[in-house]
């Protein structure tokens, strides 16, 4: 059986800058988790969005959740897959990803591209 990767929680959500990003893309589903202007990551007790949100603070989505909102409002699906036993890649109809060392900078990879995509329509 493959051993699965223990991961933190914090891995789990979209970094500051991509947050910010997608804030900036119109992102404002609920989330359980936000930056705050310094930047610190914090777990919340609810699910809040842009509108129960201070001003000063970013939403911090799942990865999960950005990539549900991208396929949903822009119909984009990224489909990240095994290059090889140790290696990760992704692709979108025409574009394909570099090879990346893990999952997690795979996933990464996507969500700019995903962002760049919107930005350029």
């Known amino acids: 059986m493959e051993k699965v990767k223990k991961q ?5 959500f979209v970094s500051y800058e991509e947050a910010l990003e997608l804030k900036e893309l119109g992102f404002n589903e609920p989330c359980i988790a936000t930056y705050d202007e310094d930047k610190e990551f914090e777990i919340q007790d609810f699910e809040q969005n842009y509108d129960t949100f201070p001003s000063h603070i970013i939403a911090a989505p799942l990865y ?4 549900r909102w991208f396929r949903e409002k822009y119909n984009i699906h990224i489909r990240i897959e095994k290059y090889n036993e140790t290696k990760w890649w992704a692709n979108w109809g025409s574009w394909t990803s570099e090879i990346y060392d893990s999952y997690e900078e795979t996933e990464l990879a996507c969500l700019k591209k995903l962002i760049e995509i919107v930005k350029n329509k």
């Open 8 to 12: 933190e929680v914090g891995s789990l």
């Open 64 to 67: 999960q959740q950005a990539f």
